[in-house]
């Protein structure tokens, strides 16, 4: 049985990816590159809690948590380190891109389409399985 607090971040990691992908298509590319990051960030303090039990506070503990999934998953055989940590420090790059707004369309494109399988496989790792 998943907590409440779990399902809570899962489902605001799926609202943050649908309305990144609304804010993408109504070309507002900064926008939709903010919500893909709380997309991900969201995904992970789900993961945290259902996991871990623990709650994570900020960008830097959200980030020593990736690390410490990346690992994990090596460990497991599940992903490759580079895959999943490279992927995290892209979408943390969509973060900075909404204050600076200086990354080019098709590297925010780009992004955007490698994130949803990896939120969907931190949503499913950590018990819950809508798709995003």
Known sequence: MTSRQAQHYAEQSIIYAL???KAFSEKEYHKA?????????QALKAHAYE???SRLYGHRNIREYATELSAKWVLMKKMAKPVFYDF???????????Y?????LAIIEAIILEAK??????????GFYPRV
């Open 100 to 104: 600076e707004t200086d990354q080019s």
């Open 33 to 41: 590159g903010e919500f893909l990051w709380g997309s991900m960030a």
């Open 19 to 21: 309305n990144s992908g």
């Open 51 to 53: 996991k871990e039990g």
């Open 88 to 98: 995290f420090l892209k979408a943390e790059t969509l973060h900075i891109n909404f």
């Open 117 to 126: 399988p990896v939120i969907n496989e931190v949503l499913k790792d950590a």
